[in-house]
């Protein structure tokens, strides 16, 4: 399982680039911003056309930050404190402000605070111990997509991977990698 080890770990990192767009207007990243009367909320995403990336049928270079957390892997979920809310708000803000379009994040890092696990089976049995995570996530790209800003939510980080974390065992355990694929990646709240 070592030898695999890697290229799972290189798939659970993956990363899903989004715009969960404002109800009260259109993203276009092409054409910084436009109105417009949506009734609910516009997810889009970025796609490759060729060599190039494109957003809502429309080529976009990306320009932005790493943002890879305000609370180390404690960012969303777990009734996160108004503050770190503010301070990621913050961030979105500032790189709309100074023209980019682009900013990517850390969701579960390692797995330390989110989702939440069993301690003694090591499966996932949550989001998060208190079901804010998705309404977290939520939040910050609606904040992203108001500001004009894509997100790269990047799931987990391999980097600092050790025997007992987590998510070495969702790579290593079909079973538990189950639990998280359905209690947490097809979550209802999701």
Not at 64 to 85: L, T
Request: with cysteine.
């Amino acid at each position: 399982m070592a030898a695999a080890f890697p290229g799972i770990l290189a798939l659970l990192c993956a990363t899903a680039v989004l715009a969960a767009g404002a109800p009260h207007k259109t993203v276009d990243f092409a054409n910084k911003p436009q109105a417009a009367s949506n009734s609910g909320d516009d997810v889009a995403f970025l796609s490759v056309n060729g060599t190039a990336l494109v957003f809502r049928g429309k080529p976009v270079f990306l320009s932005g930050a790493n943002q890879p957390w305000v609370n180390y892997g404690n960012d969303f979920g777990n009734n996160q404190p108004n503050s770190i809310r503010c301070t990621l708000q913050e961030a979105i803000h500032n790189v709309s402000a100074s023209g980019g379009n682009s900013i990517r994040m850390w969701v579960f890092v390692e797995g330390a605070n989110i989702p939440a696990f069993d301690s003694s089976s090591g499966m996932c049995v949550g989001t998060d111990g208190s079901n804010t995570l998705i309404e977290d996530l939520r939040q910050y790209a609606r904040e992203a997509a108001a500001q004009n800003v894509l997100l790269t939510l990047c799931l987990w980080n391999g980097a600092v991977v050790k025997e007992d974390d987590h998510v070495r065992h969702l790579v290593s355990d079909a079973s538990k990698l189950q639990s998280f694929i359905d209690k947490v990646s097809t979550s209802d709240a999701a």
